[in-house]
């Protein structure tokens, strides 16, 4: 059965910092992957995706992943993050049939 | 640009009533999707819809129904709400398609005294 893991439930970074969000997934095929951010009281926002070509993705707000298939991981990485990225961070693999799973989220808190 | 509508972003009710969310999407997409959004334990599907009149059921579909007659409207039915069902219910929606990425609304905080 699909299933994501986001092994950290709370992560805080000093505002500068680089940041690594981690995620597993657990899927049989080639996945789709994405990455949401959900600010408080809000939807999830896209952050990036990943189908096929280059592991390395990039997305909006400075924000990158890469897919590594031997590891099962779609880690999401951010060089300098800024006190606006506290959120909360959602890894979703998508099957072949549209459906999506989510992970139970990373929040993040950023030190001024 | 994109938009998904949910009709309430709170409402309050009493156990034993019966609970309307509402759901409405301009993209033309043909997948919408509610999901159940709890602490600790991320966004988990309800149901979804790929067409008119369609509907499966997700992972945790007991004590919820859902209605889809029109094309952009998705509307989840809590026929007799409980407590247990207190939580932030979020509607997506996605074209058919393998690579298409969920839109979502900006939620429904669902409380049930």
């Known amino acids: 059965a699909q299933s994501v893991t986001q092994p950290d439930i709370h992560i805080t970074v000093s505002e500068g910092a680089s940041l690594e969000l981690r995620c597993n997934y657990s899927y049989g095929a080639t996945p789709y992957l994405f990455w949401y951010v959900q600010s408080p009281g809000q939807g999830l926002q896209l952050l990036l995706k990943?189908?096929?070509?280059?592991?390395l993705v990039q997305g909006i707000k400075g924000f990158e992943a890469e897919f590594k298939r031997s590891q099962s991981s779609f880690n999401l990485r951010k060089p300098s993050v800024h006190w606006s990225d506290a959120a909360e961070y959602f890894c979703a693999v998508g099957d072949n049939f549209n459906k999506f799973y989510f992970g139970s989220g990373t929040k993040l808190n950023v030190k001024p | 640009d994109v938009k998904v509508t949910q009709s309430s972003r709170y409402l309050v009710k009493r156990t034993g009533e019966k609970v309307f969310l509402e759901c409405v999407q301009d993209?033309?997409?043909?997948?919408m999707f509610w999901y159940r959004q709890d602490p600790g334990l991320g966004l988990r599907l309800i149901y979804f819809s790929y067409d008119v009149k369609m509907k499966e059921k997700g992972d945790i579909p007991e004590g919820y129904s859902v209605s889809r007659e029109k094309k952009e409207r998705f509307s989840l039915i809590l026929e007799s709400a409980s407590t247990n069902q207190t939580s932030m219910y979020l509607c997506?929606?996605?074209?058919?398609?393998?690579?298409?990425?969920?839109?979502f609304g900006e939620g429904s905080r669902l409380t049930v005294l």
């Open positions: 990943y189908f096929s070509g280059d592991t």
């Open positions: 997506a929606s996605s074209m058919t398609s393998a690579t298409g990425e969920l839109f």
């Open positions: 993209m033309d997409h043909e997948n």
